[in-house]
């Protein structure tokens, strides 16, 4: 007897095929089809160019994961694309919450692929900004208003987390990281040690130390990805070491 369908939630990473894992690549080797958003798919069209790709323009992310099931309901295998980690700003939110809608006439198994999200591979360009207790926030009010991103940033602050801000700017929210800086500053240091990194793992990657003053400040864009360290991050030539506590 046939099995059920499978939707792989795929997690690419920065994109590029050393950062993406073996079982991410074995994913959409299995898959009969990939779906996603078109600028995740250019990433991988060379590595599966056989394979059938569907996708839609951004801001259609629904009308995506309903294409999935669709696809599944044809019998076929599917992996669903997304970049970073599916489960952090991804798709497999959305995938689990969907087939609820569908599990009785499209039984497919959906399973969730991790990938390396920006925080994780940002971070080890910049050094190690984020070795203790660390939080991620997106700045981008799209699907989440912005007075509570503002609460979060000053727990965050409050708590002297490490943070790793997301979606910290864009021409229609030019002005949100310095916003940002200015409510972690209630609570943090102006001199707290803080980067950014932009096109992680692309053609293109750069970085930048800096203070938290000198971070609200800077031009940055959707690609880039911002890291604010705690009291006791230190800049070390041209990294961030947050220290662990060892003794050394």
């Given at each position: 007897?046939?099995?059920?369908?499978?939707?792989?939630?795929?997690?690419?990473?920065?994109?590029?095929?050393?950062?993406?894992?073996?079982?991410?690549?074995?994913?959409?080797?299995?898959?009969?089809?990939?779906?996603?958003?078109?600028?995740?798919?250019?990433?991988?069209?060379?590595?599966?160019?056989?394979?059938?790709?569907?996708?839609?323009?951004?801001?259609?992310?629904?009308?995506?994961?309903?294409?999935?099931?669709?696809?599944?309901?044809?019998?076929?295998?599917?992996?669903?694309?997304?970049?970073?980690?599916?489960?952090?700003?991804?798709?497999?939110?959305?995938?689990l919450e969907m087939a609820e809608q569908y599990r009785e006439?499209?039984?497919?198994?959906?399973?969730?692929?991790?990938g390396i999200t920006a925080a994780m591979s940002g971070a080890?360009?910049?050094?190690?900004?984020?070795?203790?207790?660390?939080?991620?926030?997106?700045?981008?009010?799209?699907?989440?208003?912005?007075?509570?991103?503002?609460?979060?940033?000053?727990?965050?602050?409050?708590?002297?987390?490490?943070?790793?801000?997301?979606?910290?700017?864009?021409?229609?929210?030019?002005?949100?990281?310095?916003?940002?800086?200015?409510?972690?500053?209630?609570?943090?240091?102006?001199?707290?040690?803080?980067?950014?990194?932009?096109?992680?793992?692309?053609?293109?990657?750069?970085?930048?130390?800096?203070?938290?003053?000198?971070?609200?400040?800077?031009?940055?864009?959707?690609?880039?990805?911002?890291?604010?360290?705690?009291?006791?991050?230190?800049?070390?030539?041209?990294?961030?070491?947050?220290?662990?506590?060892?003794?050394?």
């Amino acid at each position: 007897m046939k099995k059920n369908p499978t939707i792989y939630v795929v997690g690419l990473g920065p994109g590029t095929e050393a950062m993406t894992t073996p079982q991410a690549e074995r994913a959409m080797a299995e898959a009969d089809v990939i779906i996603g958003y078109t600028v995740y798919l250019d990433l991988i069209r060379d590595r599966f160019p056989e394979k059938e790709m569907l996708s839609t323009p951004m801001k259609q992310e629904t009308e995506r994961c309903r294409m999935c099931f669709d696809e599944a309901g044809k019998g076929k295998d599917v992996a669903m694309v997304c970049s970073g980690d599916p489960g952090v700003y991804g798709m497999a939110s959305i995938m689990l919450e969907m087939a609820e809608q569908y599990r009785e006439s499209v039984p497919a198994e959906v399973v969730v692929i991790p990938g390396i999200t920006a925080a994780m591979s940002g971070a080890a360009v910049l050094g190690a900004p984020l070795s203790h207790d660390f939080c991620v926030i997106s700045l981008s009010d799209l699907l989440t208003p912005w007075e509570l991103i503002e609460k979060r940033l000053r727990a965050a602050a409050a708590g002297d987390f490490c943070v790793a801000l997301y979606n910290p700017s864009s021409h229609k929210r030019a002005d949100y990281l310095r916003k940002a800086c200015a409510i972690l500053m209630e609570e943090k240091s102006p001199e707290t040690a803080c980067g950014w990194v932009r096109n992680i793992g692309r053609e293109g990657e750069e970085y930048r130390v800096m203070t938290l003053a000198e971070l609200a400040e800077e031009k940055v864009d959707m690609f880039t990805t911002c890291f604010i360290g705690n009291s006791q991050t230190r800049i070390s030539g041209d990294r961030l070491v947050t220290p662990r506590g060892y003794r050394l």
